[in-house]
């Protein structure tokens, strides 16, 4: 079956440093994926998406690469900031515009 | 960014009690979505609508109920709240547009049932 899962539960940093989260997908049909942000009492906030026909996509200090071969996607972070502390979820649009979500990875920023 | 309310944000209720979870989005958007998130875990799609009138059942099975009268708005209910379905539950919404497929999701109601 389909399915999206993330590498690690915990991923923690200094601030300043980059972050690089990892998420692995399982169905190579789906063309669209998306990463979130969740902070503690609120909903997942939208943070960058990427199409399968491209292998990176920036925005502002986030990266995110897909490299379909392996399946496999990633979001960079520059620079982390103790704002970034959060859960991250990528996900993944199959059929009927339904999101997959991976089970998340916590960051957490070291001052 | 679409605007998404969802209401009440926290709600402790007692066991066999009828509650009804309000989500309201501003932009129009066709799809609405309710998903069931437990502390620190994936979220799970329980009920999903793609119009007025149109309302499905997601991946996960649940006793709650959804209708879809107006576009704006997707209601959830449970007719009889139990100890189980004691989660944090999520609405989102998605449109038309260059982001057409991103859902964009309320702050999510925290219930709590005793």
């Known amino acids: 079956g389909e399915s999206v899962g993330l590498h690690l539960p915990t991923l923690s940093v200094q601030e300043g440093d980059n972050s690089i989260i990892n998420c692995a997908y399982s169905n190579s049909a789906s063309d669209y994926f998306i990463w979130y942000k969740q902070e503690s009492g609120k909903g997942p906030q939208f943070i960058i998406d990427?199409?399968?026909?491209?292998d990176k996509r920036q925005g502002q200090r986030v990266t995110v690469l897909l490299n379909k071969t392996v399946k496999h996607l990633s979001l960079q972070i520059a620079a982390t900031q103790p704002g970034d502390s959060a859960v991250y979820f990528c996900a993944e649009i199959g059929a009927n515009s339904k999101l997959t979500f991976g089970k998340g990875i916590t960051l957490s920023v070291r001052p | 960014e679409a605007d998404i309310y969802q209401t009440p944000r926290y709600l402790v209720i007692g066991t066999g009690k009828k509650i009804t979870l309000e989500c309201s989005q501003t932009m129009g958007h066709d799809k609405m979505y309710w998903y069931q998130q437990d502390p620190g875990m994936e979220l799970h799609l329980i009920h999903y609508?793609?119009?007025?009138?149109?309302?499905e059942k997601g991946d996960l099975s649940s006793e709650s109920t959804v209708s879809r009268i107006r576009t704006e708005h997707f209601p959830l209910t449970l007719e009889s709240a139990r100890p189980s379905h004691t989660s944090q539950y999520l609405c989102a919404s998605s449109g038309r547009g260059g982001r057409a497929d991103t859902q964009y999701f309320g702050p999510g109601t925290r219930l709590t049932v005793l």
């Open positions: 609508s793609y119009g007025v009138n149109s309302t």
């Open positions: 990427i199409r399968s026909n491209m």
